[in-house]
């Protein structure tokens, strides 16, 4: 999803950097943005909107609070992503000091943070769900996949062997992988639970109208303005800029999942999206977003349903209540749950 980054039209990023006064710098570009992208917007009601945005967890995250205290906007947002960069160091796998890649590297893990097992706990629910579309345990097909090349059919094999939710014992703070080799990614739902939370963290300080932007993972809390609710742009997996669709929100989160996203090929036939019983990735879905009532979720619905394809995944979501989802096809064609829009 794109999020608009004013309080009045729907900015491209582009635009965005520019009312920061960051483009004509060279700072347009993914991973040259500095360490802090700010901007404040004072709205005809009396309030402020304070946004900022930091590039975390692989991405460029942005918050922005809107409230009468300019203050206690700016600490708010502060405080979320603190809240934010504390999780970080519990969910990223590439870190060797954080307690996912202890557990991936031990195949188990004791004194498990609070966090890593509720996610967990709640990916394994969505598997079960899902009827094994979205797996926790596809860590080392995504890996394989990473460098561009596909496997040979032996060793996609065994890769396979290795990837089996059901062997994932949660147990309080011990959390043990059922199989040697086995490792764990939660790329998949920890961005969406890491905006959530960071949501939380506003509303505790206070600001009940925010928006958080975790990559275009969204969470939607409150109104910009009064009788003004959240509008954001679904993102266009040709990047031609024709978005599929443009949605109001207002206390609920969207997230998007294509594979545009993270592709390890040119022709993008290899990417972050993997199905677990092939150990390929998935082709006839190229985008699908998700609304939810957390971003956790959504995300996780939104992987569930590209692995799933079309058809299955729209039957999904529509046995779902208050969950919805627009799906992009390989073709073009757009398709919408039952009551989407």
């Known amino acids: ?27 347009a570009a993914v991973g040259a943005v500095p360490a802090a992208a700010h901007a404040v917007v004072r709205l005809g009601s009396g309030a402020q909107a ?18 009468d205290s300019h203050d206690l906007a700016e600490e708010a947002v502060g405080r979320a992503f603190e809240e934010m ?21 031990e195949g188990r893990l004791s004194g498990a943070p609070a966090e890593l097992s509720a996610v967990l706990e709640r990916s394994l629910s969505l598997h079960s769900l899902s009827d094994g579309a979205f797996d926790p345990s596809v860590a080392p097909l995504v ?30 703070e011990r959390i043990t992988l059922g199989r040697q080799g086995m490792a764990l990614t939660l790329d998949g739902i920890a961005k969406g639970f890491i905006a959530d939370q960071a949501s939380a963290t506003l509303a505790a300080c206070g600001v009940v109208n925010h ?18 609710p959240w509008v954001v742009a679904v993102e266009d997996p040709t990047k031609a800029g024709n978005s ?21 090929d040119r022709r993008r036939t ?38 799933m394809g079309a058809r299955r995944g729209l039957a999904f979501v529509d046995a ?12 073009g064609a757009q398709l919408p749950s039952r009551h989407w829009g």
């Open 1 to 27: 999803m794109k999020k608009a980054t004013t309080m009045e039209s729907i900015f491209t990023r582009r635009e965005f950097l520019r009312s920061c006064g960051l483009v004509g710098l060279g700072l």
């Open 50 to 67: 304070v946004t900022r945005t930091l590039p975390l967890m692989g991405t460029f995250v942005s918050i922005t609070a809107v409230h």
């Open 85 to 105: 960069q504390r999780l970080c160091a519990v969910f990223d796998r590439h870190r060797g000091d954080t307690a996912i890649s202890a557990l991936n590297g």
């Open 143 to 172: 890996d394989a996949l990473r460098g561009g090349v596909a496997p040979s059919r032996q060793e996609l094999a065994e890769l396979t062997a290795l990837v089996d939710a059901r062997q994932i014992a949660v147990s309080g």
């Open 211 to 228: 928006l958080v932007n975790a990559g275009g993972d969204i969470r939607a809390a409150g109104v910009k303005a009064p009788g003004q």
């Open 244 to 264: 599929p669709a443009v949605i109001n929100l207002r206390d609920c989160a969207v997230a998007t999942s294509g594979n545009y996203e993270n592709a390890f």
């Open 270 to 307: 290899l990417h972050h999206v993997v199905t677990p019983g092939s150990g390929t990735s998935p082709h006839e879905v190229v985008s699908c977003t998700v609304t939810a009532p957390t971003v956790m979720e959504a995300d996780a619905l939104a992987t569930a349903v590209m692995v």
């Open 320 to 331: 779902l209540p208050g969950r919805e989802c627009l799906l992009v096809t390989a073709s």
